[in-house]
């Protein structure tokens, strides 16, 4: 098996967070090759076209209206290596913790809805707010930071008491991680980077509204989750007679497994909870009844 069969086979068989990581790295690889045979073959006094200017977000909404999918196209986009790893790095970091608590069908939804959204406070802060009117012409926005900040903000306010192990830190909540996040990009955005950081605070919004719809029982993305999943893994629909017995938690994914799994254990805290304040006597039916079930 051949180096680009391993690659093809491991990006079949990742799960979401995977196939987001390679298809940034590749993305990345094919524009910097682009790069190079365009410096080679230049002619000598003339300027090199770089194609990715037409994969960039602009800020000025003339150029956007002919080029829509730079909307989308430009979270995918880095400038240099070291913009990349780290965005890979946090994007590794969290996505596992996010995968974990949240499905694997959740990640890329979330990647993607919240890039636009840091793509939405781009342009409107760059078409409403006066510091920006000299620059609108030649400002562009590219890189997978407001989409990352999203899946980041989203397991933070999720799971906010989950601490993570961080060097010359020591033990920090995710809470604080997220807090943290924000405060430096709100104190940033008079930087030369501004547009780049107004972008992340598009993104970490989306990720809180996300994250707090669905720690109230609410998933506003089920149906782009849905899309998503029939446009990644297709598969051929057939109608079948759905089985009446339960499936067993083995036969489940060992991703949507944890999810269930947690998912229940939150429930058994709140009730729990609820009995340290109220008393058992608080409880309703439903409530008694898991409590019940629970300890058999």
């Known amino acids: 098996m051949t180096i680009f069969d391993q690659i093809k086979s491991s990006f079949k068989s990742g799960n979401n967070l995977m196939k987001l990581i390679y298809v940034n790295g590749a993305v990345f690889l094919i524009f910097k090759l682009i790069d190079v045979f365009a410096f080679l073959f230049r002619p000598e006094g003339h300027t090199i076209i770089n194609p990715i200017k037409y994969f960039v977000l602009p800020a000025n909404t003339d150029v956007l209206t002919y080029r829509p999918w730079t909307a989308v196209s430009y979270m995918f986009l880095h400038e240099d290596f070291l913009h990349i790893l780290f965005n890979m790095l946090w994007l590794w970091w969290f ?7 949240l499905g694997n069908r959740k990640i890329l939804p979330v990647y993607l809805i919240g890039g636009l959204a840091g793509a ?3 342009i409107l802060a760059f078409n409403i707010f006066p510091v920006y009117e000299r620059v609108l012409d030649q ?3 590219l890189g ?3 989409s990352v900040i999203a899946i980041v ?9 989950l601490s993570l192990n961080l060097m010359f830190l020591g033990s920090v909540k995710l809470k604080y991680i997220a807090l943290v996040t924000i405060i430096i990009d709100v104190l940033s955005i008079p930087s030369m980077n501004s547009g780049g950081h107004i972008a992340h605070l598009g993104g970490a919004a989306f990720g809180a509204i996300y994250a707090l719809q669905i720690r109230k029982g609410k998933n506003i993305m089920k149906w782009f989750e ?3 999943e029939w446009v990644v893994n297709p598969k051929p629909r057939m109608r079948v007679k759905k089985p009446t017995y339960k499936k067993k938690a083995k036969d489940l994914k060992d991703e949507d497994y944890n999810f269930e799994k ?3 254990q939150a429930e058994i805290d709140r009730i ?3 009995i340290s304040k109220s008393g058992y006597e608080s409880l309703n039916r439903e409530e008694k009844e898991k409590l019940f079930n629970t300890g058999k």
């Open 144 to 146: 997978a930071s407001a």
């Open 262 to 264: 947690n998912k229940h």
């Open 95 to 101: 996505g596992k913790i996010f995968i974990q608590y």
């Open 272 to 274: 729990l909870d609820k």
């Open 226 to 228: 849905s899309l998503i």
């Open 153 to 161: 903000i989203a397991i933070s306010l999720y799971k906010p008491d």
């Open 139 to 141: 400002s562009f926005a």
């Open 120 to 122: 939405l406070f781009f």
